[in-house]
């Protein structure tokens, strides 16, 4: 059972380690390699941006980092825990304490209010006021006047915006970030990467992120770029 | 060609989920209406033939008064491809081994029985035999008790008048053994040819001629019609519904099975109106697409109409194919049962309820939700629209709420059972809106929490929209469920009271009043004491109000009572199981007024003060109607139509008394001894009758069971598809909470929680609900009193509860399958 609190408060100053991380998949009478021997460290509170070529393989590094899906061999360690050889349970687990969601088409639940949406991360956490919290997140947001608006009554930029809001409600130590702006206009695209960026700030969060987007990709502390299933990080980023 | 491109877009339709319901649904309904309209119309037919065999024909028309029946009306119902029996009944003493007997003689032609068959033995130890012919010309059988009482062995001779037969075989079972009052000897049966020889027969002694007839339903209808006409008073014309007993308990049966049928029915509509609403709301994106694309609103009704269409002929199709093996199987059941084989053709007019139900089904409650995707902005390709207003789908419930009604009158054809049925629903639906309004309030202050516990309540709340129509949709299936568990139970219940244990099953008829005392220490003597006895003297009803009662009561009722001598009988007390309905009953003391039986009443249309004249021998007597009664006519106690107080006029005529006791088999021949001690005294066994009815209810009962479980299974299929109807939101939720770090575990623990919470609140809501529609139904036509069914109700939320959690564990594995990866990959 994976205790309440982090007791190995990591000694390492590294959030995300990952090491000869290789992922396959069977094609019947072939196998195709997406990630090939990956390695390298994502530091607390650093913001990373993974770019490259539709294919490339960007998600499938990002759902192995976040523990969606185990790699055919290698090693994921997250905040001091080794999720790649965790089971399925252990690894939501560690999700709800730790992890933060954004995603490219919102995935936002449509039954649920705004306010219902945000709650979800925190009821799961069990957490003793998910309401007020989940309230002052929308309002962070710039959504005060919509928290009992459905995904259908919004629009995409704002859907986006809950979308964060409940990303940042479990106060994650890490946030992933599928391509967040990929479905919107320049314009809202800005307004939602400033305030990606301003609560990453705020909070302290890692935060790992997949962007086409160059603007979005600069801003960026560092960028990993990834080609034929090989992770590559140019040298003027540093 | 256009087939085959109809058939591609049935499968390409197939391909989702929402469709695949729809259809499902529809093929569920046509399979269960089919099934049981042909189970039904089968066994209806088959019980008919197993009640004719009570008539041993479909038809009996009886002369009285030494009449012959006229040859040309065997003539005419052959030439109608009626088949035709005879038989000649009276009574006389025959002379065998030195003693004279009196006995009861049936004469019966080559073609008797037509239906049923008699059971015989050919000699004292023999097997018992079923044969369908009597005695050949020359021959005679005896009843066991009269071979034994004359003291003759088989082919030992038998003189009946100038006639010596030879004694050929023991009587053991006559397919017509029903009691008329004239059969009280023992019996005797003969050949008709050997009738002449006799002598006894001579005009206008006391003879009865009975013609038999078998044959189907409409030309034995139309033959009837044409033969009415030259009726004379003393023909009576006899079906299977006149036989009083059984057609009740078969009455009960076909409410029963048309219950079911509506049932049916209404599971059927609801199944396709939830999956038609998850359907037109997945379409509403298509729907605003093509509006893009330049379609307009006229062309996509047609398109969507087609659609329903195709889905329809698909779903009939489908159902039809269902029904057919399981009717087979059910008839395979019934012809095991029987330990006869029935035909199981294909009524095909049993098939029109079933197709009606699609089509009503279909058009009243897949079209609507279908037909207001028309309106869908196609400004949504760009911009979701809000939810539907609740105010759009009023028409929508009007049109459903209408097609129901008519759909479950025109099936059960019974308004009292739609409106009690119906009126069930709706007071659920009641119900259900003040619970629901409840359960929003009360959770609505509910956060969520770790625990299972926590996350299924505020699931329920989350969910409070699929959450109110799944209660609302298990609670009605749920309903329909019990009130039918709850009728069959009470029906059997109630044959099984009608006839218990140890009914009487012998009756003693025409016992001298100075013998009565005699009789009753006889019986108490020997451990079976006799519970009451009645006096009777027959008479005919004559005169209403002064008028010739014939005249006085429309001509277009055909009332037996009035066709024959009634059983007038006396009484100071009311009979325990008989009911007053209007009226005193006589005080002490009392001298005038006759209490009349409510049918009876009822038919002649008599009220309390109406002055009945009746003639009995040479005499007449007149009296006020003082009194009105119910009798219980299956009880096989002694019943009265007329009963008069101790004191009045009656009781100074010449009376005979009667009265009915149970014997069991074992002391048979007890009746010998009693038959030596007072001859003049006549038994009447109806053991075997009794047994037969007692086989017949236990048949029913059978095909009661047999279609309660096919309801219950079909009400099972109703559930599982109302709850994958909400599969793709379920599936969409579950990846998201696991993302979110929702663990497996808690996962299903909150959805088992949350649907047995569901199951609970539907639970006892439905059973609530079929208590009140059982109360309604009993009152109207089931003629029951009212009891809490506590011991079938009190699992019900528990059983409702148990089975929803797994069907929510069911639903839950495809969710639990789908990784997480998913949302990555823009699962919409
Ligand atoms: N389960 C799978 N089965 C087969 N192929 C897969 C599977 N998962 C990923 N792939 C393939 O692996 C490659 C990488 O996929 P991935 O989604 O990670 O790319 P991506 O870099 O996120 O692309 P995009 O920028 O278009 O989102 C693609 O060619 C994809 O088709
Ligand atoms: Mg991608």
Known sequence: MPDQTPTDMPSSQSMLKVEALSHRVDLGDDTLTILQEVSFDIARGESVAIVGRSGSGKTTLLGLLAGLDSPSSGRVVLDGEEISALGEDERAALRARRVGFVFQSFQLLPALSALENVMLPLELAGHEAPEAQATELLERVGLGQRLRHTPRQLSGGEQQRVAIARAFASNPAVLFADEPTGNLDNRTGKTISDLLMALNQEQGTTLVMVTHDEQLAQRCQRRLSIDAGRVTEPEEQH | ???????????????????????????????????????????????????????????????????????????????????????????????????????????????????????????????????????????????????????????????????????????????????????????????????????????????????????????????????????????????????????????????????????????????????????????????????????????????????????????????????????????????????????????????????????????????????????????????????????????????????????????????????????GVAALLAVLALVAWLMVLGLRHLRGGGTAWRLALVALYRHRQSTLSQVSVFAMTIMLACTLILVRSSLLDDWQAQLPENAPNHFLINIAPEKVDAVADFWEQRGHPLAQLYPMVRGRLTELNGQPVKEAVSKDERINALNRELNLTWMSELPADNALVQGQWFEAGARDGVSVEYELAERLGLKIGDRLGFTIGSDTLSETVTSIRTVQWESMQPNFYMAFPPDGQLAAMPSTWITSFYLPTSEKALLNDFARAFPTVSVLEVDHIIERIRAIVQQVTQAVEAILALILAAALVVMAAVVSATLRDRQREGALLRTLGGQQRLLVRSTMLEFALLGLVAGILGALAAEAAVWALQLRMFEGEFQWHWSVMLPVPLVSAALLSLFGRWQLAPVLKVSPMLLLRRLE
């Open chain 2, 1 to 423: 060609m256009a087939v085959t491109g109809q058939l591609a877009s049935v499968r390409r339709d197939l391909r989702e989920r929402d469709v695949r319901v729809v259809i499902t649904a529809l093929v569920v309904a046509v399979a269960t209406v089919a099934t049981i309209s042909l189970f039904a119309s089968l066994l209806q037919r088959a019980l008919v033939t197993s009640a004719s065999a009570f008539l041993a024909a479909d038809r009996q028309l009886e002369a009285e008064h030494g009449r012959p029946i006229p040859p040309d009306w065997y003539q005419e119902a052959n030439r109608r491809g009626i088949s035709t029996a005879s038989m000649v009944e009276f009574s006389t003493m025959v002379f065998g081994g030195d003693r004279f007997q009196l006995v009861a003689v049936k004469a019966v032609s080559d073609a008797y029985p037509l239906r049923g068959q008699i059971e015989m033995q050919v000699g004292e130890g023999a097997e018992r035999e079923l044969v369908s012919r009597g005695p050949r010309p020359g021959e005679v059988w005896l009843n066991p008790r009269l071979m034994r009482l004359l003291a003759l062995d088989m082919g030992d001779s038998l003189e009946v008048g100038n006639q010596a037969l030879t004694v050929s075989g023991l009587l053991l079972r006559e397919p017509d053994g029903g009691f008329s009052m004239a059969a009280l000897a023992p019996r005797i049966m003969m050949h008709a040819d050997d009738v002449p020889a006799t002598g006894v027969v001579r005009e206008g002694s006391r003879v009865e001629y009975v013609a038999l007839f078998a044959g189907e339903e409409p030309e034995l209808e139309a033959f009837h019609r044409w033969l009415e006409p030259q009726f004379h008073p003393s023909h009576e014309w006899k079906s299977v519904q006149d036989g009083e007993t059984l057609s009740r308990s078969l009455q009960r049966a076909e409410r029963f099975l048309l219950l079911g049928g509506s049932l049916a029915v209404l599971l059927a509509a609801v199944a396709v109106a939830v999956a038609s609403r998850e359907y037109a709301l997945g379409q509403r994106d298509t729907v605003a697409l093509l509006k893009t694309l330049g379609l307009r609103g006229g062309a996509i009704s047609r398109l969507y109409l087609r659609r329903l269409a195709l889905w329809g002929v698909a779903g009939c199709a489908g159902g039809l194919l269902l029904a057919l093996p399981i009717y087979y199987g059910l008839a395979q059941v019934l012809s095991e049962v029987l330990e006869r084989p029935v035909a199981a053709e294909l009524d095909w007019r049993a098939l029109l309820p079933a197709l009606v139900t699609a089509l009503v089904a279909l058009f009243g409650f897949a079209y609507p939700p279908v037909r207001r995707l028309r309106q869908v902005a196609a400004m949504r390709v760009l911009r979701s629209e809000p939810g539907e207003s609740g105010r759009r789908a009023w028409p929508d419930i009007l049109l459903a709420g209408l097609a129901v009604f008519g759909l479950v009158w025109f099936y059960a054809g019974e308004l009292a059972m739609v409106t009690a049925l119906l009126g």
